[in-house]
């Protein structure tokens, strides 16, 4: 079984910053795509930052410049550096992985996810 258990998130006024971490566990081939996806009540989840195996990074558009995602490929951890927090920000974070679990197996997994609030 895969875990993915995340790390980091609080309360910060805005123009603040925050670090979230997330580490997976368990029986793990290999991890393609790593990262961070949001959700405030009532709307989608939308993607923060993902970062491929080679270290290539994708951005949400409301985050691009802010947020700086980073992989250990070793430790099989990603984190999301958060600067220049917004209100708007403010949501339930969620680390998401897609791994491989054996040579024909490849799926999707989210963390249990963690709460970031800005607010003054």
């Known amino acids: 079984q895969v875990q993915l258990v995340e790390s980091g998130g609080g309360l910060v006024q805005p123009g603040g910053s925050l670090r979230l971490s997330c580490a997976a566990s368990?029986?793990?081939?290999?991890?393609?795509?790593m990262g961070w996806y949001r959700q405030v009540p009532g709307k989608q989840r939308e993607l923060v930052a993902s970062?491929?195996?080679?270290?290539?990074?994708n951005y949400g558009d409301s985050v691009n410049g802010r947020f700086t995602i980073s992989r250990d490929n070793a430790k099989n951890t990603v984190d999301l550096q958060m600067n220049s927090l917004k209100p708007e920000d403010t949501a339930v974070y969620f680390c998401?992985?897609?791994?491989?679990?054996?040579?024909?197996?490849?799926?999707?997994?989210w963390g249990q996810g963690t709460q970031v609030t800005v607010s003054s």
């Open positions: 998401n992985a897609e791994i491989r679990t054996t040579t024909f197996t490849t799926s999707n997994y």
């Open positions: 970062m491929s195996s080679s270290g290539r990074a």
């Open positions: 368990g029986r793990i081939f290999v991890i393609n795509d």
